[in-house]
C-alpha cells in the first residue's frame, strides 16, 4: 500500500484527507516514480475548490514532484529503474508516496540538483522559462512588471530577468517580502498595501509604463495590471491567486492603448518531451550556473498538505514549499 492525499468533494483544506491505496503497476508507456519530494503550488487549490474541475472525484492532487523510477511499463525505453527524474505535468497525483505517470511528463534529473529542490522549482522554474523566454522574449535593457515577486513564480523570476539583464519591477505584499524580492535581484519593488501599484510604475518608467506586465493574482489586480501596460503592449495573465477574471470587456484593450492579452499554461507550453526536456535543461543550467538559486522556503509532511495550503493561500509563504512523503 502506498499513502496518498486525496478528496472526495470540493472545499477548503479540510476536504483533504491522507488515505492507503494499492501501489499501481504502470501501464504501457508510464513510469512509477517513488517520490523523495513533492511541490506544492496555487494550481493545486484550484483543484481542490472546484475552481479547475479534476476528471473524477475522488481525485489525487499536485502535479510536481522528484524521485526515483521504481517500475516501467511496456515500451519506456528512455528511462531506467533507479534513474533519478522529476515532473511537473501529467496526471493528478503527486501528493503521494508514488506517483506513475506517462514517462513523456518526466525528466531526468542531474545529480547537481536535489530532489528537494526539482520538487520545488519545476512546475515555477518551468512557468519562468516560457513567461520570460517565450510568451515574452525578454531583452536586456526592458523594464517590467510582476507581481507576486516574492513567491514561487516570482522568486525564479526576479533571478531569471536580473539574469538576462532586465529591470524587475515587483509588487509584494509586505515590506519584507520588498526586501526579499530586491535580494533576489528585482530592481525596485511596489509594496501593494502602502503604495499605489500605478502611480509608482509611472514614476519608475518616466511615464512610459512596462512592454510586458505578468499577473498571476488575478481578479484583485487586472484592472491595475492593465493600466500598467504600455500601448501596444502585452499583459500575461497566469494565474487566480484573488479569484478568476471575468467579464473582460475586450473594448478596453482598445482604450488602454490597443493592448494585447494572453492567458498562457504550462500545458500550452510544454506540449512534447522533447520541448519539455529543452525547457527543463535551460532550467537546469541556469541553476548549474548559479544564476538562479532554488531556495526551498517550507518543508511539511505529507500528512500536512492542508496546513500548507491554508499557509498559502494565506500570504505567509516566501520562495518554494515542498511535502515529504
Known amino acids: 500500500m502506498s499513502q496518498r492525499i486525496q478528496f472526495s468533494q470540493h472545499g477548503g483544506p479540510e476536504v483533504l484527507e491522507q488515505v492507503d491505496v494499492p501501489v499501481a503497476a504502470p501501464g504501457a508507456g508510464e513510469v512509477r516514480v517513488r517520490n523523495h519530494a513533492i ?18 472525484l475522488p481525485s489525487g492532487l499536485g502535479t510536481e ?21 522529476a515532473y511537473a505535468t501529467g496526471p493528478l497525483g503527486a501528493y503521494g508516496e508514488h506517483h506513475t505517470l506517462p514517462a513523456r511528463h518526466l525528466v531526468k534529473l542531474p545529480e547537481s540538483v536535489s530532489f528537494e529542490q526539482a520538487a520545488s ?16 522574449a525578454l531583452k536586456a535593457g526592458e523594464t517590467i512588471l510582476f507581481h507576486a515577486a516574492a513567491g514561487g513564480v516570482g522568486s525564479i523570476a526576479c533571478q531569471w530577468a536580473k539574469a538576462i539583464g532586465a529591470k524587475l519591477i515587483g509588487v509584494v ?14 530592481w ?17 518608467t518616466d511615464g512610459q509604463k512596462c512592454p510586458v ?35 473582460v470587456n475586450l473594448g478596453v484593450l482598445a482604450q488602454k492603448g490597443s493592448l494585447y492579452v494572453t492567458r498562457p499554461t504550462l500545458a500550452g507550453y510544454a506540449t512534447s518531451a522533447e520541448r519539455l526536456r529543452g525547457m527543463a535543461a535551460e532550467l537546469f543550467e541556469m541553476i548549474a550556473s548559479g544564476k538562479i538559486n532554488v531556495e526551498v522556503g517550507q518543508r511539511y509532511p505529507l500528512g500536512d498538505a492542508a496546513e500548507a495550503q491554508r499557509q ?3 500570504g505567509k509563504t516566501t520562495g518554494s514549499t515542498v511535502l515529504l512523503p
Open 65 to 85: 514532484g522528484a524521485g526515483v523510477v521504481e517500475a516501467l511499463g511496456e515500451g519506456v525505453d528512455d528511462f531506467a529503474v533507479g534513474d533519478r527524474v
Open 312 to 314: 498559502l493561500a494565506a
Open 39 to 56: 511541490g506544492l503550488n496555487f494550481i493545486d487549490t484550484y483543484f481542490r475548490s472546484g475552481l479547475y474541475a479534476p476528471p473524477s
Open 188 to 204: 525596485a519593488t511596489i509594496d501593494r498595501t502602502q503604495e499605489d501599484v500605478v502611480q509608482r510604475v509611472l514614476e519608475l
Open 213 to 247: 506586465v505578468y499577473d498571476s493574482v488575478g481578479k484583485s489586480s487586472w484592472d491595475i495590471s492593465l493600466d500598467c501596460v504600455a500601448p501596444r503592449g502585452l499583459l500575461v495573465s497566469f494565474g487566480n491567486a484573488s479569484g478568476a477574471v471575468t467579464g
Open 121 to 136: 522549482v519545476m512546475l515555477k522554474g518551468l512557468t519562468t522559462q516560457y513567461l520570460l523566454r517565450q510568451t515574452y
Open 173 to 186: 505584499g509586505s515590506a519584507e517580502k520588498a526586501e526579499r524580492a530586491k535580494s533576489l535581484g528585482a
